[in-house]
T-cell receptor, first 112, second 111 residues
């Protein structure tokens, strides 16, 4: 079952913050976040493997609430380079090597 | 540097023609995957392989075929049975529960 992302699109001015949510009606075994620039392949941002985990680098961070079956990606003090489509991907099972199932993406536009 | 190489970057298919997209990885990953992306859409799974000489259908396998004869290689054939092949095709690989990484993609269009 495909995870649901919200919002579908968001427009920010430089320096503003944003939150992108990813939720599932089924158990979440892990959450992977990617950013895709127009015409390019998705680039891996971070992975959260267990409930309660939080990660981040620079001004992008994420949390994983296993009980609520959801994850959130936080972008603070946004920069023009943050523009793109953000995807969350989740494992279908708890075993390794399985393909991720992706949400439909959140289009983020940062304007000057 | 380790990575995933997809070729060609652009491909054109004539009516009734089969075309093959190449995917090679030197990351020593066990599993490899093919996804299709349509404009403004998410990623849909076509086929995947968790070990050599074995592969499974994904959510949209009709009109496609794959092989996995070597750990490093997972080519995708778009057959003439795929009536709407125009899309961006992405190959990915992974081991265990580690992150899944993507190649740069192949953009396929109909002539």
């Amino acid at each position: 079952q495909q995870p649901v992302q919200s919002p579908q699109a968001v427009i920010l001015r430089e320096g503003e913050d944003a939150v992108i949510n990813c939720s599932s009606s089924k158990a979440l075994y892990s959450v992977h976040w990617y950013r895709q620039k127009h015409g390019e392949a998705p680039v891996f941002l971070m992975i959260l493997l267990k409930g309660g985990e939080q990660k981040g680098h620079d001004k992008i961070s994420a949390s994983f609430n296993e009980k609520k079956q959801q994850s959130s990606l936080y972008l603070t003090a946004s920069q023009l380079s943050y523009s793109g489509t953000y995807f969350c991907g989740t494992d279908r099972t708890n075993s390794g090597n399985t393909p991720l199932v992706f949400g439909k993406g959140t289009r983020l536009s940062v304007i000057a | 540097d380790g990575g995933i190489t997809q070729s060609p970057k652009y491909l054109f298919r004539k009516e009734g023609q089969n075309v093959t997209l190449s995917c090679e990885q030197n990351l020593n990953h066990d599993a490899m995957y093919w996804y299709r992306q349509d404009p403004g859409q998410g990623l849909r799974l076509i086929y995947y392989s968790q070990i050599v000489n074995d592969f499974q259908k994904g959510d949209i396998a009709e009109g496609y075929s794959v092989s996995r004869e070597k750990k490093e290689s997972f080519p995708l054939t778009v057959t003439s049975a795929q009536k709407n092949p125009t899309a961006f095709y992405l190959c990915a690989s992974r081991t265990g529960r580690q992150p899944q990484h993507f190649g740069d993609g192949t953009r396929l269009s109909i002539l």
